[in-house]
C-alpha cells in the first residue's frame, strides 16, 4: 500500500506530465528564459553559448540565484549556500567568474529526452547564439522578461529560422510562425506559456522540477551580449 509521501510525489510528477514546461513560466515568474537544443549534451550547449568547459561549476537553482542578485559589495559570507572557508570551491567559483562581482547572467543546462535544455533567470543569453545550439537539428528559446513581454525563437541546422513575439505578427524576422511552426497563439494565455504548450505537443517533452532545483552545469556570463 502506497504511503502519504509516495502518493504526493505521484501527484507532483503527474501535475507535471500535464504541465510539462509550462510550469516555468510560474516558476520564473520574474522573467526567464528556456533554450532546448535537438541532439545536444549539456555541456555542449553551455560551450555553443561561449562557456569555457574548465569554468563550468555544477549549482543549484538557489546557488545561482544567490550568486546572481548579490551586491558586489556583499561579503561571500553572506552567501547561504557556500562555507566562506571552503578555500577550493571559493577558488573554484572564481576560476568560473561566479565570485567575486555578481555575474550578469548564470546558465544552468540539463538534458531530457535527446534534447538539451538551458534555464536563465531574467536573462537571454541563449537566444543570441540559437544558430550555434541548432547545429544537430533544432533549437528553441523562449523569453519573458519582467515586463512581461515575451520572445521566441527557432533555429534549425546552424540557421535562425524565425523569432517573433506571439500574438503581434508584425514583429516577427524571419518565416512567419505559423509558416515556420504551425504555431497560431489562442490569445487564451500568455503567449509564452501558449508556445511551452505547444512543443509540449509537438516535441513530446516535459522537464522534471526537481532536476532543475538540484545541481546543474552552469556558467556565469559577463559581456555587452547579455540580453536584459
Do not use: K
Not at 12 to 28: K, P, Q, S, T
Not at 70 to 84: G, V
Request: net charge negative; hydrophobic share 40%; glycine share 10%.
Amino acid at each position: 500500500m502506497q504511503g502519504r509521501e509516495g502518493r504526493e510525489d505521484d501527484l507532483m510528477v503527474g501535475e507535471h506530465e500535464r504541465n510539462g514546461l509550462r510550469w516555468i513560466a510560474d516558476a520564473y515568474d520574474v522573467g526567464f528564459t528556456l533554450a532546448l537544443s535537438e541532439g545536444l549534451s549539456p555541456h555542449e550547449l553551455l560551450r555553443g553559448i561561449g562557456a569555457e568547459e574548465h569554468r563550468i561549476v555544477p549549482l543549484t537553482r538557489f546557488a545561482a540565484y544567490e550568486l546572481l542578485t548579490r551586491d558586489a559589495d556583499d561579503h561571500i559570507s553572506d552567501l547561504d549556500f557556500l562555507d566562506w572557508e571552503d578555500e577550493a570551491e571559493v577558488s573554484r567559483l572564481t576560476g568560473g567568474g561566479f565570485l567575486p562581482d555578481p555575474p550578469d547572467t548564470i546558465v544552468r543546462a540539463g538534458s531530457v529526452a535527446g534534447w538539451a535544455y538551458a534555464l536563465e533567470e531574467f536573462q537571454c543569453r541563449t537566444g543570441t547564439h540559437l544558430a550555434a545550439l541548432s547545429q544537430r537539428g533544432r533549437a528553441f528559446s523562449i523569453h519573458r522578461n519582467a515586463r512581461g513581454f515575451s520572445g521566441i525563437g527557432y533555429a534549425l541546422h546552424g540557421e535562425l529560422v524565425t523569432s517573433f513575439e506571439p500574438g503581434l505578427p508584425h514583429l516577427t524576422n524571419g518565416v512567419p510562425a505559423e509558416a515556420a511552426l504551425g504555431f497560431v497563439p489562442n490569445g487564451d494565455e500568455p503567449g509564452d506559456v501558449a508556445f511551452l504548450r505547444f512543443l509540449e505537443v509537438e516535441l513530446d517533452l516535459w522537464i522534471p522540477w526537481e532536476e532543475t532545483e538540484a545541481e546543474l552545469p552552469a556558467a556565469a556570463f559577463t559581456d555587452e551580449r547579455t540580453v536584459r
